[in-house]
């Protein structure tokens, strides 16, 4: 499976992420998890330790690497760089291993049409596709919240798209906007997981406004999922009730998939 996770900025995407990542893990699947946002902080959400972190620099800041794999040359008329770089041996090079989940923190992500046409963007447009097409493990990909990001270049490939909302209609106006996008590109799955959910009603705004999509569950508003994130540590480490959750969405995706 190769999964996207998007929705509005703040809604519990890298949360939801990082959990997962490490669900998978203990259940002995192979997972990458790539944060591909520039404001990167999926690592804290896996449980790495700061220190494990230090010295790590995102992908699409390895100025040197980057040219040495698309051979750019500077020229009078701008750069010459090759269009399929090797990309094939970056994730055992650059990714962090953490209780199982390897993490690759790639600090950009190569946007559809408006997006630079610059030796980084491709390569990480090469590193997404090959992520998502040739690869066996499982892919959980942490998105930047908005839309701009999602585009061919970056989730074009993914099997699903995951929406995290949070109860509220301005989330769940943006998982409209992210399925008409999705279809754009020709992913038919787009799941929904509620998340910070308080009450009855909560659950209500939820189900009654997304009707017309597949809901793997919810995860409760949860002062441990704030505790975590005070400590920089993983709520997988520190809270049973979201692991809980979290494989509850993750047994769901399954039988989706397979159905
Ligand atoms: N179920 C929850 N209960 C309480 N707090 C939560 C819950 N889920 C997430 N949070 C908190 O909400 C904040 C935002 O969560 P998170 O970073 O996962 O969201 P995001 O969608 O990735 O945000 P961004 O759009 O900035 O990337 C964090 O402080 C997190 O600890
Ligand atoms: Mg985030």
Request: hydrophobic content about 40%.
């Amino acid at each position: 499976m190769k999964i996207a996770i998007s929705g509005k900025g703040g809604v519990g995407k890298t949360t939801l992420a990082g959990v997962m990542a490490r669900t998978l893990s203990d259940q002995n699947e192979t997972v990458l998890a790539i944060d591909a946002d520039p404001d990167s902080n999926l690592a804290s959400a896996v449980g790495v330790p700061l220190e494990k972190l230090n010295g790590i620099t995102p992908l699409a800041e390895m100025t040197k690497f980057i040219e040495e794999r698309t051979e750019t040359r500077k020229g009078g008329y701008g750069s010459i760089f090759k269009l399929n770089p090797k990309v094939d041996d970056i994730p055992e090079k650059f990714s962090i291993d953490h209780e199982g989940v390897k993490l690759l923190i790639l600090g950009s992500v190569p946007q559809g049409g408006g997006g630079c046409f610059c030796p980084e963007n491709v390569l990480l447009k090469n590193l997404l596709s090959h992520l998502f097409i040739q690869r066996n493990e499982t892919v959980i990909v942490d998105m930047e919240a908005g839309l701009e990001h999602l585009g061919r270049g970056s989730t074009g490939y993914v099997d699903a798209f995951i929406v995290v909302v949070e109860p509220g209609m301005r989330s769940i106006q943006t998982a409209r906007q992210i399925r008409k996008l999705a279809s754009d590109l020709g992913i038919k799955r787009v799941f929904v997981v509620g998340n910070k959910v308080q009450s009855k009603e909560d659950e209500g705004v939820i189900h009654e406004n997304l009707k017309d999509f597949p809901i793997l569950g919810l995860m409760r508003y949860n002062s441990k999922i704030l505790e975590a994130d005070r400590k920089g540590v993983s709520p997988y480490d520190i809270d049973e009730q979201v692991k809980k959750e979290v494989s509850a969405i993750l047994e769901n995706m399954k039988k989706a998939f397979a159905a």
